[in-house]
């Protein structure tokens, strides 16, 4: 039987054990959070020769493009002044080809410079698997960009009068040939997003005022031999982490030009593919995303934890205020955020056509802009929503979907006549892309086992010393607490015969306690 005495030396090695555990535990976390966090950044840091570099500038992710366009199915009624009557087209899946060519480091090792190189490749097998009641030949029909982005011109004060004059000339002959579907414009789906011969564009390319002949929703940027020659730079995150793969400039320019506001012209934020690392410490910090179909940055806020293929990671959107009109945020009012919330005004960007972007299916934005159209659904966030999810330690994006919708203003008041009198105040939807992409299995085990898995050690050694340390210690105390609750228990005699049999087996216990 164990005595008092080997219970009370028990009860001080656990003690000095669990709180020896604890010190290691608690004192040990700091640095060896410290370690990992700097080893991280070294890690993510733009620097030739790394892993991560190479993976950076020429990424073995290529994001898809989910293209569709909403087809006028009513074009006789339209140009008679009817609601556009909209059915979705597609999708019609293109892979993007992106790189980073000739990419350097400045000599102090602060930015990177590279060139933009970008390509579409239709995917008809994953189109296939997508959708086969569409094809690239088929015929659709969109309100007549080219005609408008002319009655825009006319509206504009700059333009020369005798511009202007020969503006109209053609608009009387255009009409007269074109007759009832003046205000539509059909081809095929493909001639339509890459590319199709327009008189009314050629009438504005003759003026030097459009930079082709030919109509197109998309362009294809490798086609473009200027595409080659815009230098872009980023921050490196050498200087400071927090600007990791930020731009200093994009495409040659560090202003995008067309807003009416200095700040809403400065060019800033990543390409929305890195961030900077250890988000873990701050998720709700804002992300901002240079877009350049938006020519501007936008802020993505976080809204939900999140994972994908196994990895924890972080959901940030648009939050609302982004869009909204300067009623509701006058500091929108450098964007021309004069009309319906939920939308950005593209009309100064793309040469005084009006454009509009929204999210697909006006999400989230104004209900009025429901009113002179007629959609086939309804918008839908989870399908319509743009979103991106980080993973917290890299500040690396391992999944995300950009979903765009671009629309065209149509106005009454462009005082034209002839078929024109019957265009209406609406806001016609024209295309909608999905740009989205996700990480590999090869790299998503790459990521686990260079990195979290690192981590996650860390981790698991630091709670195990903890809670050892705290069952040390509480064995400790439940040992004393037992030999206070006995002595107080035995009578006097009862403690005298105990002191003597402790004294005859002395050595005996000793040697318990040792083992012990």
């Not at 020769?49 to 909403?70: A, M, Q, R, V």
């Not at 011109?153 to 005798?162: E, I």
């Not at 003026?207 to 086609?223: E, I, R, Y």
């Not at 593919?273 to 940055?297: A, C, D, G, H, M």
Request: aromatic fraction near 12%.
């Amino acid at each position: 039987m164990v005595t008092q005495k080997c219970q009370k030396v028990s009860a001080v090695v656990f003690l000095v054990l669990g709180l020896v555990l604890l010190v290691l535990a608690l004192a040990g976390k700091a640095p060896l959070r410290n370690y990992i966090d700097n080893m991280i950044r070294n890690q993510v840091r733009l620097t030739p020769g790394t892993d991560t570099f190479d993976t950076w500038t020429n990424p073995p992710i290529s994001p898809n493009d989910d293209i569709y366009i909403f087809n006028i199915t009513n074009p006789a009624e339209f140009n008679n002044g009817a609601k556009p009557n909209l059915q979705l087209v597609g999708p019609f899946v293109y892979r993007k080809d992106e790189k980073k060519l000739d990419a350097n480091v400045s000599g102090n090792l602060s930015y990177v410079y590279y060139y933009d190189y970008e390509k579409y490749y239709f995917e008809a097998n994953v189109t296939q698997d997508r959708q086969t009641k569409y094809n690239l030949t088929d015929t659709v029909f969109i309100p007549n960009i080219p005609l408008i982005t002319v009655l825009a011109q006319l509206n504009d004060v700059s333009l020369p009068t005798f511009v202007k004059k020969l503006l109209e000339e053609f608009i009387v002959t255009y009409e007269e040939s074109h007759g009832i579907l003046g205000l539509t414009l059909n081809g095929t789906v493909e001639g339509i997003l890459w590319g199709m011969p327009d008189p009314i564009m050629r009438k504005l390319y003759d003026l030097k005022l459009a930079p082709s002949p030919n109509f197109a929703l998309q362009t294809n940027g490798s086609s473009d031999p200027a595409a080659l020659t815009r230098d872009t730079v980023v921050y490196s995150g050498h200087d400071n982490i927090s600007s990791l793969g930020e731009y200093r400039k994009f495409h040659g320019r560090n202003s995008s030009g067309c807003w009416g506001t200095h700040a809403a012209n400065v060019i800033n934020g990543t390409d929305g593919t890195q961030f900077e690392p250890l988000l873990v410490y701050n998720k709700t910090k804002r992300l901002s995303i240079y877009t350049e179909q938006l020519f501007r940055p936008v802020d993505m806020e976080f809204s939900e934890d999140s994972s994908y293929n196994g990895i924890q990671c972080y959901n940030y959107r648009i939050p609302d205020w982004a869009l909204q009109n300067v009623t509701f945020n006058p500091t929108n009012i450098g964007y021309y955020a004069y009309k319906y919330t939920g939308m950005l005004n593209l009309t100064k960007c793309s040469s005084g056509v009006p454009l509009y972007i929204t999210k697909p299916y006006f999400l989230d934005a104004d209900e009025r802009l429901f009113d002179n159209v007629t959609l086939d659904a309804k918008p839908n966030s989870s399908i319509h929503d743009t979103y991106l999810c980080a993973e917290p330690y890299t500040g690396v994006v391992i999944d995300g979907h950009k979903r765009i919708q671009v629309s065209v203003e149509t106005q009454s008041q462009f005082n034209a006549t002839g078929i024109l009198k019957n265009l209406t105040d609406a806001f016609i939807p024209v295309i909608y892309v999905d740009e989205h992409g996700s990480i590999t299995d090869d790299l998503t085990s790459k990521l686990k086992s260079s990195l979290l898995s690192p981590i996650l050690a860390t981790h698991v050694v630091f709670y195990l010393l903890l809670c050892l340390g705290a069952i040390f210690v509480l064995g400790a105390i439940v040992i004393f607490v037992r030999i206070t609750i006995l002595h107080y228990n035995n009578t006097p005699e009862d403690r005298q015969v105990l002191v003597r049999n402790s004294d005859d087996a002395s050595s005996e216990n000793v040697r318990r306690c040792s083992c012990i």
